[in-house]
């Protein structure tokens, strides 16, 4: 059964820095493609940034510069650096593994006040 665990997330003023994290259990993690994704209030679910099994990085527009993603396959985790955060980054975050399907974490609340 692939679980997916984030944590990191917070309250943080603007122009702060959190990084979340997200452990897999379950599968053959260093096989597959890794996505942050966020849900604001009302909005829906979009990406923030995925890697590769080979490392290749891709973001979205709006985090482009300020949010780096990464992942360490002996640890089977994941990473969303975010630094130079602002209100609209509040959202939930969700780690997604990419496979024959997507499988999603449970979320982590992140909150960036002006």
């Known amino acids: 059964q692939v679980q997916l665990v984030e944590s990191g997330g917070g309250l943080v003023q603007a122009g702060g820095s959190l990084r979340l994290s997200c452990v897999v259990s379950g599968t053959i993690f260093s096989v597959n493609a890794m996505g942050w994704y966020r849900q604001a209030p009302g909005k829906q679910r979009e990406l923030v940034a995925t890697?590769?099994?080979?490392?290749?990085?891709n973001y979205a527009e709006t985090v482009k510069g300020r949010f780096t993603i990464s992942r360490d396959n002996a640890k089977k985790t994941v990473y969303l650096q975010m630094i130079g955060l602002k209100p609209e980054d509040t959202a939930v975050y969700y780690c997604?593994?990419?496979?024959?399907?997507?499988?999603w974490g449970q979320g982590t609340q992140v909150t960036v006040s002006s």
């Open positions: 997604a593994l990419i496979g024959s399907r997507l499988y």
């Open positions: 890697i590769d099994s080979g490392g290749s990085t």
